[in-house]
């Protein structure tokens, strides 16, 4: 994230704001998502035979809520991102790098509910911490190589530009 914290500061105040702002919340979201059920964070197998019913009833309930939260953030997000990036100089929705930013975007959320379908559909049979640690990893994963691939060359394109101007 060091890339984003130096580079993102080429936007406009506002804008840096906003996507500070979110790239948080999807870093905070991620971190209660790890830390979602105790028995996952107590040992690198989850087994959640260890807890009582209660505990167990209360990870159940608390999976949906988790799967429909991302999906709420990170349509809002992207939709802030591709307005951002559609105010800066020279781009338009044709523009190549905007294109495939937003096609990744897209991909992203059908990803997301793909996922979420999976975790549902395993809810009353497996493991449901082996399920909140295997949603996060793999949302994590997903985050990690959006960022890499488009969040971060999005926002050093912007010095370059303000540099230009
Ligand atoms: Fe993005
Ligand atoms: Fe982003």
New binding site residues.
């Given amino acids: 994230m060091l890339v984003h914290s130096q580079a993102i500061k080429a936007l406009s105040p506002d804008d840096y704001l906003v996507i500070e702002q979110e790239h948080k919340l999807l870093e905070q979201y991620l971190e209660s998502l790890r830390d979602a059920c105790s028995c996952s964070k107590a040992t690198q197998t989850p087994d959640c035979q260890r807890c009582d019913h209660e505990m167990q009833a209360s990870c159940q309930g608390r999976l949906p809520s988790f799967l429909f939260h991302i999906i709420d953030l990170a349509s809002k997000?992207?939709e802030h991102?591709e307005t951002i990036m559609l105010s800066r100089p020279h781009v338009t929705k044709d523009y190549e790098y905007f294109r495939a930013?937003r096609l990744?975007?897209e991909a992203i959320i059908d990803q997301l509910y793909a996922l979420s379908e999976e975790c549902l559909a395993l809810r009353n049979q497996a493991n449901i911490a082996e399920i909140f640690n295997q949603f996060y990893k793999r949302l994590n994963a997903l985050f990690e190589g959006?960022?890499q691939d488009?969040?971060d060359p999005?926002i050093k394109s912007t010095i370059h530009e303000d540099k230009k101007d």
């Fill in positions: 997000h992207f991102e930013h990744a975007h959006h960022d488009f969040d999005f």
